[in-house]
């Protein structure tokens, strides 16, 4: 409901403008009641509909692809594409069980039970990622989060949420105001990542807690219009979404699943990876951002240069969307054009979108 209001308060939109809401989420049961009982409760009229999906972790891109399709087909002119995740109090747990004509019917449909931490280990061992390639790479993600967050890059992404906020070891709870990301670890190293634990032993030892994304709670939106519609309205234009697109890929190796989709995409739009001026990959684990760097042949100083999930955390269904807002807001610092998100999808898939920014 907050995300929604500052929405509606920092674009001054009319909400009877909105036509249509979709919501990205992956864990949480009964999104659709809750998402529409929350723009109600926001301030949208019950003239604005909405809708939920579910794309694992391009859940938050998918939201935005639903919206903006409808917009080019004529569908709807005003929309908006929220992703959001609760991960504190809706655990990622393992796959759901299948029955066994599904489970035993070939290897990828049992495949698509296994936990992600295994299908890391399974990338790193597949393709040679090594543990301090994979150190080294969470070690920059921190420290190029670290010196955003003190020059106040993220300052115009984030609105402050008031929440409740309880005690682990005593049970008190008290309402705070969260204006900042809270799992940058400040003054992370190498050296002090080499030392931490595997947390995945029964299947491999080169993912670790501090290479790999955090357990976090988040939430983003994206205003999205015709231009014509957004000129009438006096809308500033800040980006144009030029479209999205999925692969698929085997399930025991998800973490790839950029490395297929980006050369899709940029085919699709005459592109070459030298095109794209920045690139927010999602960090799901070293492994997989090491691997997809070097399989896409990337410039690292191009891709999350203010950090990724690594050290900003994953919320699953809001990174879709997040990525747009940390990377368009990167592109306007930067004074640069073209900009490409993409992240690697549960049960083995690849999104990403293709983006212009026009505030120049």
Known sequence: MQLMQHLISKSKIDPAAVEDICVGNVNETGVPYKARAASLAAGFPNTTSISSCNRFCSSGLLAIQNIANQISCGSIDVGVAIGVEQMSINVDKQGPSFSPAVQNANQDASDCTMTMGQTSENVGKDFDVSREKQDRYAAVSF???????????????????????????????????????????????????????????????????????????????????????????????????????????????MGIGPSIAVPKLLQKFGLTTNDIDIWELNEAFASMAVYCIEKLQLDHEKVNPRGGAIALGHPLGCTGARQVVTGLAEARRQKKKLFVNTMCIGTGMGMAGLWVNEAL
């Open 143 to 253: 420290q190029r989060a670290e010196a955003a967050q003190k020059a106040g890059l993220f300052d115009e992404e984030i609105v402050p949420i008031t929440t409740t906020w309880k005690d682990a070891k005593t049970g008190e709870e008290k309402a705070i105001t969260v204006t900042r990301d809270d799992g940058i670890r400040y003054g992370t190293t190498y050296e002090g990542l080499s030392k931490i634990r595997p947390a995945f032993t029964q299947w491999g030892d080169r993912s670790t807690g501090g290479n790999s994304s955090q357990v976090t709670d988040g939430a983003a939106a994206v205003l999205l219009m015709r231009r014509s519609v957004a000129e009438k309205l006096g809308q500033p234009i800040l980006a144009k979404f030029c479209g999205a697109t999925v692969a698929g890929l085997a399930p025991r190796i």
